[in-house]
C-alpha cells in the first residue's frame, strides 16, 4: 500500500506561487498513478492534475490548467504541484492520491491518500 504525505501548503496573495509536495512510500505498484485532489467544505472533491508514473504524461483540470504543472522526482519518490497565478478560488485543502491501476487522467478509483495540506489565497 502506498503511504503518502504532502507539504508545502499555506497563505499566498491572488496571484502569487506556491510548491506542494506528496512524499511517497511503499510499492512502486501502488504508485501507477498520482493526482493532486483539493476540496472546500460543501464542494465535492476536484481532480487537479494527474501524471502516469511509468512515462511522465500528465493531466489538469480546466480550472487549473496553464497556471499548476504537477511533476515527480522518481528518486525523492515525491510528487510536485507547482501552484502559479493563484486566485482566491484556489483556496482548499489539496490531497495527494495514488491508485495502482486504470487510466490516470481519470480522477476516479484513486484509492490512497494523504491527510491534505491546506492552501489559502486571498485577494
Known amino acids: 500500500q502506498a503511504q503518502l504525505v504532502e507539504s508545502g501548503g499555506g497563505s499566498v496573495q491572488a496571484g502569487g506561487s506556491l510548491r506542494l509536495s506528496c512524499a511517497a512510500s511503499?510499492?512502486?505498484?501502488?504508485?501507477?498513478?498520482m493526482a493532486w485532489f483539493r476540496q472546500t467544505p460543501g464542494k465535492e472533491r476536484e481532480g487537479v492534475a494527474s501524471i502516469f508514473t511509468r512515462a511522465g504524461i500528465t493531466a489538469y483540470g480546466d480550472s487549473v490548467r496553464g497556471r499548476f504543472t504537477i511533476s515527480q522526482d522518481n528518486a525523492k519518490k515525491t510528487l510536485y504541484l507547482q501552484m502559479n497565478s493563484l486566485k482566491p478560488e484556489d483556496t482548499a485543502m489539496y490531497y495527494c492520491?495514488?491508485?495502482?491501476?486504470?487510466?490516470?487522467?481519470?480522477?476516479?478509483?484513486?484509492?490512497?491518500w494523504g491527510r491534505g495540506t491546506q492552501v489559502s489565497v486571498s485577494s
Open positions: 511503499g510499492p512502486p505498484s501502488s504508485t501507477y498513478c
Open positions: 492520491a495514488a491508485k495502482e491501476s486504470g487510466l490516470c487522467a481519470i480522477f476516479t478509483q484513486y484509492n490512497y
